[in-house]
């Protein structure tokens, strides 16, 4: 085979082997040869699917969601009306009943109980008995500590 471009080919392009003395051996520094596959990422593309990101992965949209959740119910709860710690001396109650008694408005016709005072840890029912006028002690767990109130009917 020539070199040369005959009048009855009809590209007329000249012949180029494949290989010649100055091609460097497979696997070689002058780069990719046709014969290398291309890299992962070109793989994907080249099938029609996408890169997938990191961010958008199943996984970490899971965690991501679940520490919203708990951080949303953490600030419920935090923010979530009123608890013991607004329980103080002189503040009136309509219920007594579990560990969180419900809070009123003492000149309302809802008050019917008002705290006359408050023992920190302690079980000792005993100790409403020097409160004058306090007839209902009632104990609440208050954050693990035992808090005796000592509170008087209103209505």
């Known amino acids: 085979m020539t070199n040369h471009p005959s009048t009855s080919d009809p590209d007329r392009t000249p012949y180029v082997p494949a290989w010649s003395d100055s091609t460097p051996p497979h696997g070689s520094a002058a780069g990719p040869t046709p014969a290398d596959p291309p890299p992962p990422a070109e ?3 080249h099938r ?3 890169e ?3 961010l958008l992965s199943p996984v970490v949209l899971g965690l991501t969601a679940l520490l919203l959740a708990v951080l949303g119910v953490g600030a419920f ?3 979530d009306g009123e608890d013991e710690r607004t329980l103080v ?3 009136c109650l309509n219920d007594l009943s579990g560990n969180k ?3 009123a ?4 016709s809802e008050a019917k109980y008002q705290i006359m005072e408050i023992f920190t840890d302690t079980l000792d029912y005993g100790q409403c008995n020097s409160v004058a006028g306090a007839n209902i002690p009632l104990l609440i767990d208050n954050a693990g500590r035992k808090d005796l ?3 008087m009917q209103i209505a």
Not at 105 to 108: A, G, I, K, L, N
């Open 77 to 79: 709860l935090y923010l």
């Open 43 to 45: 793989r994907n593309r």
């Open 149 to 151: 109130l000592c509170a």
């Open 101 to 103: 008694p419900n809070i």
């Open 52 to 54: 997938r990101s990191v």
């Open 105 to 108: 408005e003492c000149d309302t």
């Open 89 to 91: 001396e002189g503040v």
């Open 48 to 50: 029609g699917e996408p």
